[in-house]
């Protein structure tokens, strides 16, 4: 018996002395081209750890608490390598490439697969890239910030590629066409989720703007065994409602509503549960930027997210000591949710998000036009992830002849009864895309009463007025769910909506 007990133990110290590496790490993966590499792991406190991969080779010692960390230095594009880790075992990881690296996440439309995405069958069927590897980080809620993530480096071919994101793929065909280097994208994405979840819960928690999240939260657990009783006795009901409403919201060509679901805790909503487990676990690789897609659920709450979402990005940036990482963004399409032609949660969160490139080193693809008016997800996910690349490789990469975005509102002057409206990203020179007399403008006096109005290309501004109003107070542009507009630049990219006012909305401190 007594010598089955030191076996025993044996083989435990065995186990728990193994140098063990987190899961981003893997066959196929591709670490970050010209930038530091750092590799992190768990083994025995006070195991020497070695890694090399070619020549380039550093080591550690594990801590008290038995992890690890080290860099390795700068490489540049190529593969495939081996990349070794030595302890008291060893682990070789094979196929690895060196290129660029990209953190893909948001809420469904970035998840969108890309079997779901237009052209899809035709898409996958070619997709044979051994270059580019994708990770979809397998989702998971936590209460306080994790060590490790499920999910494992693919290829992408067509046996793999379809479950990813549609954008992200997209977007990474995009830059492995134009830069010709291997391409990793990790996927860190999940449907629904409002963007408290993905920030860091004491970030949340010292501001009073927030705190009106943190207090729902509250609210929602201590409530959570009244309306689980309550759906258990009404689902049949509920269901049966949502799916009348349903019908008659495809009826008047609207979107339908949100399918209702049985109250779970510990879910996906949680403010600062997907940070700590989907996020806070890659910490600290080496990558190049973010690509995000995600505001839908914070539509409701358009006016905070203009505080919530910078809140989120800087909050990245610090925990990766990166005050310049890239971070690239979708404003939200257009979409039928109700037929007033102004006071538009869904405009103010557009907003929010313009609002937001005054971060340095963020950049905005427009969608305004690509969208599916009856579809909270579009399936024209292809324009999306171009979009998104050329903002890429215009700032990152400095690729000449490529423009980042279609016009951005600057500034406005009025002179003679009409609003004088200037541009950034004008291009060569701003356009109609149909040819056509601009579309969506609108113009008030001092009663705030927004009317249609005529508008003129003049050079590189536009021009806006309307007869019956001689003392023009303000302009929007596109300022609807789902805007007719049809402004744009020489490189037929669509300008953003957005509006001369200030005016409180109807989500003003909705917090």
Same mark, same amino acid.
């Given at each position: 018996?007594?010598?089955?007990?030191?076996?025993?133990?044996?083989?435990?110290?065995?186990?728990?002395?193994?140098?063990?590496?987190?899961?981003?790490?893997?066959?196929?993966?591709?670490?970050?081209?010209?930038?530091?590499?750092?590799?992190?792991?768990?083994?025995?406190?006070?195991?020497?750890?070695?890694?090399?991969?070619?020549?380039?080779?550093?080591?550690?010692?594990?801590?008290?608490?038995?992890?690890?960390?080290? @860099?390795?230095?700068?490489?540049?594009?190529?593969?495939?390598?081996?990349?070794?880790?030595?302890?008291?075992?060893?682990?070789?990881?094979?196929?690895?490439?060196?290129?660029?690296?990209?953190?893909?996440?948001?809420?469904?439309?970035?998840?969108?697969?890309?079997?779901?995405?237009?052209?899809?069958?035709?898409?996958?069927?070619?997709?044979?890239?051994?270059?580019?590897?994708?990770?979809?980080?397998?989702?998971?809620?936590?209460?306080?910030?994790?060590?490790?993530?499920?999910?494992?480096?693919?290829?992408?071919?067509?046996?793999?590629?379809?479950?990813?994101?549609?954008?992200?793929?997209?977007?990474?065909?995009?830059?492995?066409?134009?830069?010709?280097?291997?391409?990793?994208?990790?996927?860190?994405?999940?449907?629904?989720?409002?963007?408290?979840?993905?920030?860091?819960?004491?970030?949340?928690?010292?501001?009073?703007?927030?705190?009106?999240?943190?207090?729902?939260?509250?609210?929602?657990?201590?409530?959570?065994?009244?309306?689980?009783?309550?759906?258990?006795?009404?689902?049949?009901?509920?269901?049966?409602?949502?799916?009348?409403?349903?019908?008659?919201?495809?009826?008047?060509?609207?979107?339908?509503?949100?399918?209702?679901?049985?109250?779970?805790?510990?879910?996906?909503?949680?403010?600062?549960?997907?940070?700590?487990?989907?996020?806070?676990?890659?910490?600290?690789?080496?990558?190049?930027?973010?690509?995000?897609?995600?505001? @839908?659920?914070?539509?409701?709450?358009?006016?905070?997210?203009?505080?919530?979402?910078?809140?989120?990005?800087?909050?990245?940036?610090?925990?990766?000591?990166?005050?310049?990482?890239?971070?690239?963004?979708?404003?939200?399409?257009?979409?039928?949710?109700?037929?007033?032609?102004?006071? &538009?949660?869904?405009?103010?969160?557009?907003?929010?998000?313009?609002?937001?490139?005054?971060?340095?080193?963020?950049?905005?693809?427009?969608?305004?036009?690509?969208?599916?008016?009856?579809?909270?997800?579009?399936?024209?996910?292809?324009?999306?992830? &171009?979009?998104?690349?050329?903002?890429?490789?215009?700032?990152?990469?400095?690729?000449?002849?490529?423009?980042?975005?279609?016009?951005?509102?600057?500034?406005?002057?009025? @002179?003679?009864?009409?609003?004088?409206?200037?541009?950034?990203?004008?291009?060569?020179?701003?356009?109609?895309?149909?040819?056509?007399?601009?579309?969506?403008?609108?113009?008030?006096?001092?009663?705030?009463?927004?009317?249609?109005?005529?508008?003129?290309?003049?050079?590189?501004?536009?021009?806006?007025?309307?007869?019956?109003?001689?003392?023009?107070?303000?302009?929007?542009?596109?300022?609807?769910?789902?805007?007719?507009?049809?402004?744009?630049?020489?490189?037929?990219?669509?300008?953003?909506?957005?509006?001369?006012?200030?005016?409180?909305?109807?989500?003003?401190?909705?917090?």
């Amino acid at each position: 018996m007594k010598k089955m007990v030191l076996v025993f133990l044996a083989i435990s110290a065995t186990v728990f002395a193994e140098v063990k590496l987190p899961k981003i790490f893997g066959n196929n993966m591709v670490l970050q081209q010209n930038s530091v590499i750092k590799i992190w792991g768990f083994a025995n406190s006070g195991e020497r750890i070695k890694v090399h991969i070619v020549d380039n080779k550093a080591e550690c010692i594990a801590d008290s608490n038995g992890k690890w960390s080290m @860099e390795l230095s700068q490489m540049k594009a190529g593969g495939p390598f081996d990349l070794v880790i030595e302890g008291k075992n060893k682990i070789a990881l094979s196929n690895v490439m060196v290129g660029e690296v990209w953190l893909c996440s948001g809420q469904s439309n970035m998840e969108y697969q890309l079997r779901r995405c237009t052209g899809s069958e035709e898409e996958i069927g070619k997709a044979n890239y051994p270059l580019i590897r994708i990770f979809m980080v397998k989702h998971n809620v936590a209460e306080s910030p994790l060590n490790d993530v499920e999910g494992e480096w693919l290829l992408c071919d067509p046996k793999n590629i379809g479950e990813f994101s549609g954008v992200g793929f997209f977007f990474g065909k995009t830059l492995f066409e134009e830069l010709n280097v291997p391409i990793g994208l990790i996927q860190a994405t999940w449907g629904g989720t409002p963007a408290e979840a993905w920030i860091a819960k004491n970030i949340l928690e010292p501001d009073e703007d927030f705190r009106p999240i943190l207090a729902r939260w509250n609210k929602q657990v201590e409530e959570y065994p009244t309306e689980l009783e309550e759906w258990n006795r009404n689902e049949d009901n509920l269901l049966k409602k949502w799916s009348a409403d349903s019908l008659d919201a495809v009826a008047k060509g609207a979107a339908r509503p949100r399918k209702p679901k049985r109250p779970e805790l510990g879910t996906k909503n949680q403010p600062g549960g997907l940070y700590n487990g989907m996020i806070y676990p890659l910490v600290p690789l080496s990558f190049q930027g973010v690509i995000w897609y995600q505001g @839908e659920s914070n539509a409701m709450r358009a006016y905070q997210y203009r505080k919530l979402f910078p809140a989120l990005i800087n909050n990245w940036r610090a925990v990766w000591g990166r005050n310049e990482l890239p971070f690239y963004f979708v404003q939200l399409p257009n979409l039928i949710r109700k037929a007033a032609p102004s006071q &538009s949660g869904w405009a103010e969160l557009r907003e929010a998000q313009l609002k937001t490139l005054s971060l340095h080193n963020t950049g905005m693809a427009v969608t305004i036009d690509i969208g599916d008016s009856t579809n909270l997800h579009p399936a024209n996910k292809t324009e999306v992830g &171009s979009r998104l690349a050329l903002v890429a490789l215009y700032n990152v990469y400095h690729r000449d002849g490529f423009f980042c975005s279609g016009p951005i509102f600057k500034s406005f002057k009025i @002179e003679n009864g009409k609003v004088i409206v200037s541009f950034n990203h004008t291009g060569v020179g701003l356009i109609t895309k149909d040819g056509k007399k601009l579309r969506g403008f609108k113009i008030c006096g001092e009663d705030k009463v927004f009317v249609d109005a005529n508008a003129e290309i003049v050079a590189n501004n536009v021009v806006v007025w309307c007869d019956t109003i001689i003392n023009p107070v303000a302009v929007r542009y596109a300022w609807a769910d789902n805007p007719q507009c049809n402004l744009y630049n020489s490189a037929m990219l669509p300008a953003s909506p957005f509006r001369t006012d200030d005016w409180p909305e109807v989500t003003f401190e909705k917090w």
